[in-house]
């Protein structure tokens, strides 16, 4: 099988990651995991391309970390497949998949050096010292470890321990790397740093990667493609523009970005969206008929404010905080819905003053309000606004 | 970042997967049993428990036994291989007349009494040591400890040696020391600190028993309380000392220090601090320690071998009395004895084994 | 007082001052109390160093007197002597040589080539640690090494006189195989029957339960019934020895029979122990550590012995070391099973102690409890400083 025709033939974009030679397809079929009565992971089937960055996204709770662990061989689904390649690793035991994982605590063997804990996988499969010797200088090399082989982890700091982590995974060359949340434990400043030099490792490297994390801002920057979950069941898969563009329900356009889409909700009355607070905006396409109850919503980072009259509606300014690029405006509609709306970080106002909200209407997304789905009814733009 | 040669990519060998026999001792998945691998797990925990636990049924079925089924060989079921009797256990309830088990009950008294407030002290002393020791700093001048030694000795010998009365020579040293330590602490400054003195009472757990059973016979001899259970009671309390302090230590410490102090702006005393903040928060410690001294003192016999003699006599020892004798061992009779004496240990194992296994590793893990 | 109202005050701008005045006046009411207070340093601790002084320390020091002295029990007193270290004498060289050290007679070929190995082995041990490549060396840790080195060779010399000419152990030689023999065997039983319970199996509680149980029994009760049972005509294997043609075999005439079936019920009583203490630190073992080993392609005996091993390895240091001071204070089950019989075979050095003191003979009950202290203080130390906190700072 030609790998370099399956990227070839994938739309996503593999971001010109090098092809590693034993980079895999790595795919998921079916997976369903019960913990007694709780169905923590429900029929998820993805497919990995060989040498993509796959960043599996979710809130906490969702089965990331179970699903992670069904494909790492440590947890047995109940149902469903994994597949290395061609090969079905379902029912092996993890050391027979050739795949590495990183954990969310690192899982760095305290008693062993850095040296020791990198050149484990390589021991366990009776390496020679000195083959092992060589791999790891390499493996540490990679993660700017040379200097510290021979301390031991409690001697690290955050940032070094989670490089020895990477180094333990990528030293035996896995066909697959997971990664479980690596980044969480660091604080904010170290984690933009390790976001780029992961990310600019995977590339280097080419190997096919499982990356797990709640971060949005982490799943936009490293991804090739992101998967969302939520309660156990995939919600949407695609580039991070796709997602962030294209949002397939409430729930993903409501998990990405920040802050969040803004909702108002309402319902389809005569071809229009009708919301109280004087909300009203005439619709077109299919299913513009009547009586379903329906979610309006648009980007704070689209949205702007005007004067009062001049907009889709009118309300009061609640709060406005600077934060440094820009200016978040925040204002109050109706009794519990509060809209957050980027400006220019020039942009100043007062408390409680009456204002006005717009936004380009193809900008704008509408959702079934019960079924949480996109709807193909699109607002009609008013001849001549564009 | 700088650029790195991305390096050359060197196929690791697969694992290779197990073969032949070795297939039968791989598990399926993680977290399961192989097949091979659960045949022997569950043959050798079977096996082992029936080792631990045929002692037990043989002590039952013997003291249900008349002398003839002992004496006949071996028998191992009741009804089947031999008639229960109950007369071994009807000697025990029989306190009139003069049977080998009506003179049981003293003991068993005495073992109560002793095992219960030995331990209560116990518990109590060492707690209080335990808790000053994790919160509050104390710097004893090496200079004082080196006096108090010093006429620890000649007291000793002016007692011992020649045969000056116990209190005198108790007061004159304790005199003594109240001068001099003034004086010469303040030619020695080096001090020990709190480290030490908890390793000092830790590590008394090391001394044998028979290294200071001796002298202590002879105190209690000088004040006329040997065989008391008072004495006995005082002794097992400094035996099992170190324990507590060990143990409960390490709990004291693991309290988070913040409680206390909310506590003591609240102007709680050191007192109440103590009693109402952390004693309820190492409750799970306490139990289990308690549990631990209560089975120490109540199984211990060296001690009460030395200090008792009929008024005072515990269990292990009227046990160890009845080995032997001229009618030879009462199999039936003993086992009687030993299974009263060890059902409440059991019971309270049973109840609270948990609490042990916790209380225990928590000692053994912080060292 | 006045700090104590001030931080009060001060603490808590919000509050009413008069509540703050309430308070403190309640605070001021119990004089009684408030000197307990004060003295709280000395209360909480005093008890228990004053405890351990009389009935620990003060004993200790007469002891030692007592083990120079010769007593004579007159009537009801007795008369006391300094005599010196003749007590310990007799016992390490002199007409109780025999029993506190044992038989000694010509030393035989191996019994010089054990003394030669031992001594090269320690001279060795010695070197290395002078030359310093391990780490620091300080003045108290050469003159503690030179203790531990010159009391193993006396002992290993003890034992090349002894147990190699094929004559009798003393009371020390015996202790120490109840030490050495017995706890190694309730470690590695113990160590064992941990790692099973920790497998995947059904029935844990029920498992650790049982296993738990003996831990519980008093020693007599042990000594008893491990003496019912090994009973070669009416105890329950008696239809076994028959078989074998042991029927009338006494295992309490043969030293090595006696001594092993007394190991046989420490172990039955203490394995539980270290089961216990063993298990609950399998279970602390991280999980992730595991599962990121199993991740590296390690398979169940690697994991066990690079990453579950090294993670109890301190525990188990220890535990042992509990294990071992209690082992030095044997002697319970010797008394109740044997007698310390057949002769002296299988008394340990408390039950010789006692027996002295029996015989009337506190002195040199004395000398062999202090020789017994000696003994267990150095070798224990030895463990304590050289592997236990070693280990401990490895793992820091
Ligand atoms: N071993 C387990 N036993 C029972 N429930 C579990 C177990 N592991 C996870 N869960 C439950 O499964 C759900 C998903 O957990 P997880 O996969 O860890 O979520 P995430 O990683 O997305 O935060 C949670 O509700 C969690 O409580
Ligand atoms: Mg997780």
Not at chain 1, 245 to 252: G, R, S, T
């Amino acid at each position: 099988m030609s790998e370099a025709g399956t990227m070839a033939d994938d739309g996503a974009a593999i971001g010109g990651g090098r092809a590693h030679s034993r980079a895999r397809r790595l795919s998921i079929e079916g997976l369903n995991k019960w913990f007694g009565s709780n169905h923590v992971v429900k029929d998820l089937s993805i497919s990995v391309e060989p040498s993509e960055f796959l960043v599996l996204l979710g809130p906490s709770g969702c089965g990331k970390t179970t699903a992670l662990r069904i494909i790492a061989g440590l947890e047995q689904a109940d149902s469903g497949q994994v597949l290395l390649g061609d090969t079905d690793v379902t029912n092996e035991l993890p050391k027979y998949r050739d795949i590495a994982m990183v954990f969310q605590s690192y899982a760095l063997y305290p008693h062993k050096t850095v040296a020791e804990n990198i050149g484990f996988p390589l021991k366990v499969r009776g390496l020679k010292p000195d083959e092992r010797a060589e791999a790891v200088r390499d493996a540490a090399a990679q993660v700017h470890m040379e200097e510290l082989l021979e301390r031991y982890p409690r001697q690290l700091s955050g940032g070094q321990r989670q490089r020895v982590a990477l180094a333990r995974a990528i030293v035996r060359r896995p066909s697959a790397f997971l990664m479980d949340e690596p980044l969480s434990n660091l604080d904010a400043k170290l984690r933009g740093y390790m976001r780029a030099e992961l990310k600019h490792m995977q590339h280097e490297l080419g190997v096919t990667t499982v990356y797990v994390t709640h971060d949005q801002v982490e799943a936009m920057t490293l991804a090739h493609r992101v998967a969302i979950m939520d309660e156990g069941a995939l919600q949407q898969i695609g580039t991070p523009r796709e997602v962030y563009d294209n949002p397939a329900n409430l729930f993903v356009a409501g998990f990405m970005g920040s802050p969040p889409m803004n909702f108002i909700r309402g319902s389809i009355e005569n071809g229009r969206f009708e919301s109280g607070g004087g909300v009203g905006v005439p619709l077109e396409g299919e299913g513009v008929g009547g009586g379903t109850a329906a979610v309006m919503g648009f980007r704070p980072e689209d949205a702007e404010v005007a004067d009062p009259g001049t907009g889709l509606f009118d309300t009061t300014v609640y709060a406005a905080e600077l934060t440094g690029d820009v200016t978040l405006v925040t204002v109050a509609l109706g009794g519990d819905t509060s809209l957050a709306i980027k400006m220019p970080k020039e942009y100043d106002v007062d408390f409680d003053r009456n204002v006005a909200v717009r936004f380009p209407l193809e900008r704008g997304f509408l959702f079934d309000a019960a079924s949480g789905e996109r709807l193909s009814a699109r607002f009609a733009v008013p001849p001549g606004a564009a | 970042m700088a650029e790195i040669p991305a390096p050359t990519p060197a196929p690791l060998p697969a694992r290779a997967r197990a073969r032949g026999l070795r297939r039968w001792f791989e598990p399926a998945r993680i977290g399961q049993m192989s097949r091979g691998g659960s045949i022997v797990v569950y043959g050798l925990l079977v096996l082992w428990s029936a080792f631990v636990l045929f002692p037990f049924y043989w002590l039952a079925i013997t003291s249900l036994k008349l002398p003839v089924d002992v004496f006949d060989g071996p028998s191992f079921l009741p009804w089947v291989d031999f008639t229960p009797n109950l007369h071994a256990w009807a000697d025990l309830l029989d306190f009139s007349a003069k049977s080998p088990l009506a003179e049981t009950l003293t003991p068993y008294r005495n073992s109560v009494i002793i095992a219960f407030c030995s331990t209560a002290l116990c518990v109590l002393i060492g707690a209080m040591a335990a808790y000053a020791l994790a919160r509050i700093e104390y710097k004893p001048r090496l200079g004082n400890i080196l006096v108090f030694v010093v006429l620890m000795v000649v007291t000793a010998v002016a007692v011992g040696v020649y045969g000056v009365d116990l209190w005198i020579a108790a007061a004159v040293g304790g005199a003594l020391f109240v001068l001099l330590a003034r004086s010469v602490g303040r030619y020695f400054k080096r001090s020990v600190g709190n480290a030490d003195i908890l390793f000092w009472m830790i590590s008394q757990r090391i001394l044998p028993p028979v290294v200071a059973v001796v002298p202590i016979y002879m105190m209690f001899q000088k004040v006329g309380m040997l065989d008391t259970h008072l004495a006995i009671i005082l002794t097992y309390t400094v035996v099992n000392l170190p324990i507590v302090v060990w143990l409960m230590h390490d709990f004291f410490a693991s309290i988070p220090i913040d409680l206390e102090e909310s506590a003591q702006l609240d102007g709680a005393s050191r007192l109440m601090t103590f009693f109402e903040i952390v004693v309820p928060l190492a409750r799970a410690g306490l139990a289990a320690t308690t549990l631990l001294v209560l089975i120490l003192s109540w199984n211990e016999y060296l001690v009460a071998l030395f200090l008792s003699t009929t008024q005072a006599q515990t269990l292990p020892i009227l046990v160890a009395g009845m080995n032997g004798g001229e009618k030879g061992i009462l199999w039936w009779t003993m086992a009687v004895v030993i299974i009263i004496m060890i059902i409440p240990v059991i019971a309270m194992a049973l109840l609270l084994q948990r609490f042990i296994s916790k209380g225990i590793l928590l000692g053994a893990v912080k060292g | 007082m006045a700090t104590r109202d001030g931080t009060i005050g001060g603490r808590r701008p919000g509050e009413d001052p008069a509540a703050a005045v309430v308070t403190t006046a309640a605070l001021r009411s119990g004089r009684l109390a408030e000197w307990f207070d004060r003295q709280a340093r000395t209360l909480f601790i005093m008890p228990a160093v004053v405890m351990i002084l009389i009935f620990s320390i003060f004993p200790l020091i007469a002891t030692f007197i007592l083990s120079l002295s010769r007593v004579r029990l007159r009537g009801g007193g007795y008369t006391m002597r300094y005599v010196g270290a003749r007590n310990y004498e007799k016992q390490i060289f002199g007409s109780e040589q025999w029993h506190f050290l044992g038989t000694f007679e010509e030393v035989s070929v191996l019994g010089w080539v054990v003394t030669a190995a031992g001594a090269g082995l320690l001279a060795w041990w010695l070197v290395k640690y002078l030359r310093g490549r391990s780490g620091r060396v300080s003045v108290v840790g050469t003159i503690g090494r030179l203790i531990t080195a010159s009391v193993l060779f006396g002992l290993t010399f003890m034992f090349a006189a002894t147990l190699f000419s094929g004559t009798r152990l003393g009371t020390l030689g015996v202790t120490l195989f109840y030490v050495v023999v017995g706890c190694g065997i309730q470690f590695l039983i113990g160590l064992g029957l941990a790692v099973l319970c920790a497998q995947p199996i059904r029935g844990r509680t029920f498992f650790r339960v049982v296993f738990f149980l003996p831990m519980m029994v008093t020693p007599i009760g042990i000594g008893f019934t491990f003496r019912m049972m090994a009973d070669t005509g009416k105890g329950p294997f008696a239809p076994i020895w028959q078989w074998i043609g042991l029927g009338d075999f006494a295992w309490a005439v043969n030293p090595w029979t006696a001594r092993a079936f007394i190991i046989v019920g420490d172990s039955w009583q203490w394995i539980p122990f270290i089961f216990v203490v063993l298990l609950a630190a399998l279970e602390n073992v991280p999980r992730d550590l595991v599962e990121a080993g199993h991740v590296d392609g390690a398979g169940g005996w690697q994991i066990f012995r690079e990453i579950t091993w090294p993670q109890i390895v301190p525990v188990a240091a220890t535990v042992m070391l509990i294990r071992v001071i209690e082992g030095f204070k044997l002697v319970d089950l010797p008394n109740m099973m044997t007698g310390g019989g057949p002769g002296i075979a299988t008394e340990s050095m408390t039950l010789h102690s006692f027996f002295a003191w029996r015989a009337l003979d506190p002195a040199q009950s004395a000398a062999i409890s202090y020789l017994l202290l000696f003994v267990t203080v150095v070798l224990c130390v030895s463990y304590f400083m050289l592997v236990v906190r070693k280990r401990a700072a490895v793992h820091g």
